[in-house]
Structure formats: structure tokens, C-alpha cells
């Protein structure tokens, strides 16, 4: 990788947090210790998605390297080898996708910096759906194209990262 990636800030959630927090980093078929990273980094537990599992509040799921992670009622998550999204594999829209159709307007979904265009359809069906469909200011993101494909794609609500973690916690 050549860039930082953005990370909101997690860090700052609260260990009883009343959601589960599910998050795609483009990594393909190469290993990620972004579960332990993130486990260590902030107050939430983190773990790589396991197919079938129940997803529980205060908990972050992340998308296993070159699986995409869905979510389905009555909670759970599905792990799929399946096709390349926008040439990468996990992808983003496939989890957006399916946690709009799962749980409507309560999701929350946020774009933050990446290559490519991925995130942009499945936070318009988030949209679509009731829930909230939030973008990086691609401004400030340190790799633009996907906060820009996303507000490209219809208008959601552009903010700095340091207003993100504030504009989750009070939907």
C-alpha cells in the first residue's frame, strides 16, 4: 500500500456500544492484521467475519482477505468467495447491499479513502433504504477516488473524518 489509510475513529466508540460495526479494507488475497489492530488500537473487540456467525453489538467484523462479507436476517454473516466487485475482492457494495436489505434505515455506511469506485451503489441503496450514507470529505482523503465516486454518485453527506465518528454516534 502506498497510501495511509483513513480510519475513523473507532477508538472513540464507547465499549457499550449498542451496534456492530462491520468494515471492508481492500487487502485481496493477502493476509490483514487489521482485526488486531484495530482490537488493539481502541476499545471494541475485532475479529474477521466468520460465516454464520451472529453479529453482536459493540463487536467490529472485518472482512476476511479476499472474501466478501454480507449480512442476512435474522443478523448474520455470510462469507463468499464470489466474483471481484469493482476488481477487488472483499468489496464494500456487496456488504452495503445486503445490510440495507437486512436492516434498512438502521445502517449506517461510510466511505472513507480508496482507489477505485466501490461503496458509491451500495451507499445510494443505504440511502434508498432510510439509513445514513455517509463520505469522506475527498478533499482531505489521502487516496480521493472513492469518497469522490460516492458523491459523484448522489448526494450524501460529505464531512472532514473528525465529524464522522460524531455524525455515527448521534444517528
Not at 436489505?101 to 466511505?111: E, K, L
Not at 475527498?138 to 465518528?165: K, N, R
Request: charged share 20%; aromatic share 6%; hydrophobic share 45%.
Amino acid at each position: 500500500m502506498t497510501a495511509k489509510p483513513a480510519i475513523l475513529s473507532i477508538s472513540a466508540t464507547e465499549r457499550d456500544c449498542a451496534a456492530a460495526i462491520a468494515v471492508v479494507f481492500h487487502v485481496g488475497p493477502y493476509p490483514s492484521h487489521l482485526p488486531e489492530i484495530l482490537s488493539w488500537h481502541g476499545k471494541l473487540p475485532a475479529v474477521f467475519g466468520e460465516d454464520g456467525a451472529v453479529l453482536e453489538p459493540g463487536r467490529i467484523y472485518v472482512a476476511p482477505p479476499d472474501q466478501h462479507m454480507m449480512l442476512e436476517r435474522p443478523g448474520r454473516i455470510r462469507i463468499v468467495s464470489g466474483s471481484p466487485v469493482h476488481h477487488t475482492r472483499p468489496a464494500v457494495d456487496p456488504l452495503f447491499a445486503s445490510a440495507a436489505a437486512t436492516f434498512g434505515s438502521r445502517v449506517v455506511g461510510v466511505v472513507l479513502s480508496g482507489r477505485g469506485t466501490d461503496g458509491a451503489t451500495g451507499l445510494r441503496l443505504i440511502k434508498n433504504h432510510g439509513g445514513l450514507a455517509l463520505v469522506q470529505d475527498p478533499v482531505e482523503a489521502p487516496v480521493p477516488q472513492m469518497p469522490a465516486a460516492a458523491f459523484a454518485q448522489d448526494d450524501l453527506e460529505v464531512l472532514p473524518i473528525a465529524q464522522l465518528t460524531r455524525r455515527v454516534a448521534d444517528f
